[in-house]
């Protein structure tokens, strides 16, 4: 069992950058490989960018490579998104997910909220 918990989400002026972080419990935390997702309003969830259990191996949706930056520290149970030069677009509840399948995943937490202002 994982249980998950965003924070880091609000309001920023497009261009801007948030940092996201998910607090993960659980002792498996590790050999999970993570992801974040985001939906905005009226739409699917989509995937935002995955890490593999070490976070030696990253992959990014086109919409945000080279503005996001997924990252995990094992050691504190934490995985983290860095969001730069944000732009409208980016809008949308932002997941954390342990064991993502395509659009499944294992765990999710509870979603943290990001607007972007244009």
């Known amino acids: 069992q994982v249980q998950l918990v965003e924070s880091g989400g609000g309001l920023v002026q497009a261009g801007g950058s948030l940092r996201l972080s998910c607090a993960a419990s659980?002792?498996?935390?590790?050999?999970?490989?993570m992801g974040w997702f985001r939906q905005a309003p009226g739409k699917e969830r989509e995937f935002v960018a995955t890490i593999n259990w070490s976070g030696a191996t990253t992959y990014y949706a086109d919409s945000v490579k080279g503005r996001f930056t997924i990252s995990r520290d094992n050691a504190k149970n934490t995985l983290s998104l860095q969001m730069n030069s944000l732009k409208s677009e980016d809008t949308a509840v932002y997941y954390c997910?342990?064991?993502?399948?395509?659009?499944?995943?294992?765990?999710w937490g509870q979603g943290t909220q990001v607007t972007v202002s244009s």
């Open positions: 997910a342990a064991g993502p399948r395509g659009r499944e995943a294992d765990y």
């Open positions: 659980g002792r498996t935390f590790s050999s999970y490989p």
